[in-house]
């Protein structure tokens, strides 16, 4: 290969932002960490950080994902664990005046996880917490909690979680990915409950369930029983083979 010089080249950064879903008090939540350091310092923002010379950008997302929010990354060939999370790049974002440091490029990452408690913060973020993602991209797409005043994410993450959004949205359409964000056993009604809390729609109960259990290998019978949510008990279920479903769990139009 010829020589060639490299400084010639204009310098710039790669980081891995994530957009971090959950479904809590049958809300959709995203994981929001005030940033410690500048830029925007004390804005709220995505998890996410600068990539290592000596790491891939999974393994850059996964770390970060460990280090402001304590989750691990699941590998959907490997049993569930406890604090796991479906992990996935999501896109690029490259404007030049994205990062007001210099020219940074940032690779998007979604990760999907069951209901979770309050996220441990780390890293340059010295608070992390779940907010609704009605929330961080309602009139404005301004942000604020308790007595604070409303104000943008910082960098363009309300552009890059509006994207992590839809494609959740989109996908659990057409794939089995909806159980991610249920425990590794669940009941046709919470199931139920993560489309509606994604699509922000209101379900027929008999004929979600007629969809759900009709489609093959979308959900197994685990054998048990729960009264969790109250009333008569309802059957258990588990994530099953499937990873495409035919025919799709099509989205209401809204």
């Known amino acids: 290969m010829p020589p060639y010089d490299p400084s010639t080249f204009p310098p710039f950064a790669v980081t891995v932002d994530l957009v971090v879903l959950t479904v809590r008090r049958h809300a959709l939540c995203a994981l929001v960490v005030r940033r410690g350091e500048s830029p925007f310092q004390g804005r709220w923002a995505l998890p996410g950080g600068f990539v290592r010379t000596d790491e891939d ?13 304590g989750l691990c990354a699941h590998d959907p060939a490997a049993p569930a664990v406890g604090n796991g999370a479906h992990l996935e790049q999501l896109a690029t974002y490259g404007e030049p005046g994205r990062d007001p440091r210099m020219r ?18 780390g890293g340059d973020a010295n608070s992390a917490r779940w907010a609704p993602v009605g929330d961080l991209l309602g009139p404005g797409s301004g942000f604020g909690h308790g007595d604070e005043q409303s104000t943008p994410l910082a960098f363009d993450h309300a552009r890059i979680l509006g ?14 990915l909806a159980t991610a964000f249920c425990p590794p056993e669940f ?13 922000g729609v209101v379900l027929d109960p008999r004929n979600f369930h007629r969809k759900v259990t009709g489609t093959p290998g979308f959900l197994v019978p685990s054998g048990g029983t729960t009264t969790r949510q109250g009333g008569r008990p309802a059957q258990l279920f588990r994530a099953g083979a499937a990873t495409v479903l035919n025919p799709p769990m099509l989205r209401p139009e809204v």
């Open 187 to 199: 009941t046709v009604g919470e199931l139920r409950r993560v489309y509606e809390a994604v699509w």
């Open 104 to 121: 940074v490029v940032s690779v998007a990452h979604l990760a999907l996880a069951p209901d979770l408690p309050a996220p441990r913060a």
């Open 57 to 69: 950008l999974a393994a850059a997302a996964a770390r970060e994902l460990v280090e402001e929010t």
């Open 163 to 176: 994207d992590g959004v839809e494609r959740a949205r989109s996908k659990i359409e057409y794939s089995s």
